[in-house]
């Protein structure tokens, strides 16, 4: 039997960058295929190559025995491969159907859409491969493990037989991960073949058949999960050990760094986004919010930075009250920030690296003379920052939108560290980046801690938070429903608190 | 309530229009004047309503394929000046379907603009609006300077379309005249104001609104509006599903083009003007555009929107002693009422306060001044905007992606 696909000698070079070099990969019928490797290793690159988004320099592809070249997704999708992409590809104001079926409508005549034919074809998919959505709901009132299924629906729809997952679980808490995988083992069942793109490695072996490595460009290994540890996989990625986020001993001392109390924050109609939350992060200390995302734990933030006003409570930054102090005061009191998003907040895509590395600090040394920029500071700053983080880069004056997100996320996390902070909120500071660049961050959190940085950390990644932090409390709806420690807790049990599983089940917080 | 929330949308919208000419009836009742509800009012608002209502047609098409077309205006001026041209020399008809070439023409530069060059929509949008009189006036002085009664700044008449007049209602038996004259409170008002909609409809005005329903019917009921609303949502989820994003953004502004275009041969038509006038069309293509936010980005709401705008205009054009235009202002303080009955219930202080003190101003000034202004059923319909967007804007749903400049394989 012919393998599902094929890929020979897969090379693709974008100016400056080898982004895939001589890859090869060969993906068996009804297989479950994992594909790992750090950030910049060159998996999204390939897979856009497979589904038709770039056209690969040189190589070949077979796809089912025959050879192809895509030229856009069209030809992928008509081969029979369908894209579940990490950022959905959903547009929120329209119906899950209304997604699933576009461009793939059934017709009646005159141009109609057979809406009615369209839900029949929806409703049996769905059924056989026992997805769960309802059609007619809009996709901004759907949970994201909701939106995942939609995303897989999509592509099943089209008929596709092949199906490659970007990155599935990244947006999920574990509870939302098991039920992914049991989706995914379903779909193999019916006879699917799965290309599962992935970082997380005891996810990795946990569901795949096969699993290749990928490392700077090019493909360095094909393993059975058998024959494999985490360990192994590490070191095949990175070529060192897999680093782990424990901290040793404690270092909290018992000076308040960060005061909230009774902080509630409102919209624009009056819900209420964060209720009376009080919280205490002390010098040396790390404080870890878990939640599922959107909980409250982004609008707590922004109330903390200054970019939300607050409805009632008090916001104390080291003794000074900051409750209605504009944002470039509470930076200059040493607040050290790593947005949630660092395309939309953290980062002026356009602007060379230097520019962004100013960003919240172009009030201070070395960034300012006087009213004056200094830009022989601010790139000598950028460099070290560069250096420091392992900022991978051909110089500080690219754009930052040519840098990988996981360089990106370094650029950010070395800009805040490198400045001094005193108070760090970092949320999700290692989201999409990979294994090494991850260990730098933890090690700069770690030492800061060491020398009294108060650290409030969010993070969706519960060995992360379950590993760095002294004190984790749990947010739902708003609200800290559960402040727990760390060395009492499982990343399983951690994420029953998140859904709230673990109160009905009678568990006391 | 909730029985009223049942109701199918066709019969909550007539209630609350019954309930606007009992307002308006009850209100022109002391100012001693029945230009509220008056048949001239409504046709004077249906025609004054519709180049807004093509406007906005034309701004839901580009806005829902994700591109922001504040060019309106200048591809109205378009309209305009193809419109009188090919009225002039191919006839009534050839007017009309030239008007909405020449729209479509800046709709095609607004387009090449923004998808294929990436330039903002606004300023693309800002260009089109200053190219587009420099072009009509140079075309003029071509042109119409040779024509008998032209000149660098106006066509000789043009010619229109005929007119309809609905059999029954308002001719032969003239039903709704007969109910008119019979001068019965509210049920003379509500036959006078329909039977001024159903009398001497132009097939221009006939066409606009059955646009309406037809934009609808194609932007949510065929593939060619998905796909186009994918493009103003989410274009990268079209893309993903190999939709042409380029082509449908590119068809979607050429049409608004178009639609701007006719909104321009409306007003040369003799519905409106029945000449061209430099200058005539007095900023209404970003009334359209008006309409569009009013009316959430739907059709139907747009409609509801410009007849709503065009209203004013109807019953200042001919209130000689001004006191239709004096009793319009109680109409602003009682609707003012409903804003703030409407914010408080939903507990938005803010508005709430605000509303009352806008409507205690209304009130005042209706009864302190005998008459008011002629200027202020000129701005009124620019003061409903800045209303609406003050207290309604939270409820409105733009697409997604309006504005947004979009790259392809960028996803």
Known sequence: MAPAIELRGITKRFPGVIANEAVDLTVAEGEIHAICGENGAGKSTLMKILYGMQAADEGSMT?????????????????????VHQHFMLADQLTVLENVILGAEPMRSGGRIDFAAAKQHLV?????????????????????????????IKVLYRGARILILDEPTAVLVPQEVDELF???????EGGATILFIDHKLDEVLEIADTITVLRQGRSIATVKPAD?????????????????PETTESTVTDVVALAITGVTVTDEEDRTLVNDVSLRVHRGEVVGIAGVEGNGQSELVDAIVGTRAVASGTIFLLGDDVTRAPVRHRRELGLGYVPQDRQEEGMLLPAPLWENAMLGHQTRAPFAKGPWVDRAGARARTEEIRRSFDVRTPNVDVAAHALSGGNQQKLIVGREMTA??????????????????????????????????????????????IGLSDTIVVMIRGKIVATLDPHDVTPRSLGSYMTGAAFESGATP | MRRFAELPAWARWALYAALGVLLLTIVQGFDDTNRLTAASSSQAMLRWGMPILLAGLGGLFAERAGIVNIGLEGMMILGTWFGAWGALNYGAWAGLLLGIAGGALGGLIHAIATISFGVDHVISGVAVNILAPGATRFLSSEIFTGYDGGSITQSPRVPGVGHITVPVLASGPDLLGDVMRADVFFFSDVAGLTRGLATQLSLVTLIALLLVPFTAWLLWR??????????????????????????????????????????????????????????????????????????????????????????P???????????????????NAIALVGVAVWAHRRGQRTSTILAVVLSGLAAMWYLVAEEVPDWWTDILPYVIVLVVLVFFTQRLRPPAAAGRPYRKGEA
């Open chain 2, 313 to 331: 205009f109807g019953v200042g054009l001919r209130d000689l002693d001004g006191a239709a235009s004096h009793s319009l202002l109680l109409v």
């Open chain 1, 228 to 244: 494999v540890t985490a360990s192994d996989l590490a070191e095949l990625m990175v070529g060192s050990e897999l680093p782990t």
């Open chain 1, 63 to 83: 796809v089912f025995g025959k050879e192809v070249h895509f030229a856009s997704p069209n030809d992928a999708i008509d081969a029979g491969i369908g894209m």
């Open chain 1, 182 to 188: 049991r989706n995914l083992r379903e779909l193999k």
């Open chain 1, 420 to 465: 001094g902070p005193t108070v760090f909120v970092a949320a999700h500071p290692t989201r999409g980046i990979d294994v090494g660049a991850q260990a730098a961050v933890w090690d700069a959190i770690r030492d800061a801690r060491r020398l009294g940085l108060a650290t409030l950390l969010i993070s969706a990644d519960l060995d992360e938070l």
């Open chain 2, 222 to 311: 065929t593939r060619f509006g998905l796909r186009l609303r994918v493009c103003g949502e989410r274009p990268e989820a079209g893309e993903s599903q190999g939709i042409n994003v380029y082509r449908y953004k590119y068809v979607a502004v050429v049409i608004s083009g178009g639609f701007a275009g006719l909104a321009g041969a409306f007003i040369v038509s003799p519905e409106l003007s029945g000449i061209y006038l430099e200058g005539q069309t007095t900023g209404r293509g970003f009334i359209g555009l008006a309409a569009l936010i009013l009316g959430n980005w739907r059709p139907s709401g747009i409609l509801i929107g410009a007849l709503l705008f065009g209203y």
């Open chain 1, 124 to 152: 049996k998919v769905s059924e056989a491969y026992g997805l769960d959505v309802a059609p007619d709901e809009l996709i901004e009132a759907l949970e994201v493990g909701e939106r995942q299924r939609v995303e897989i």
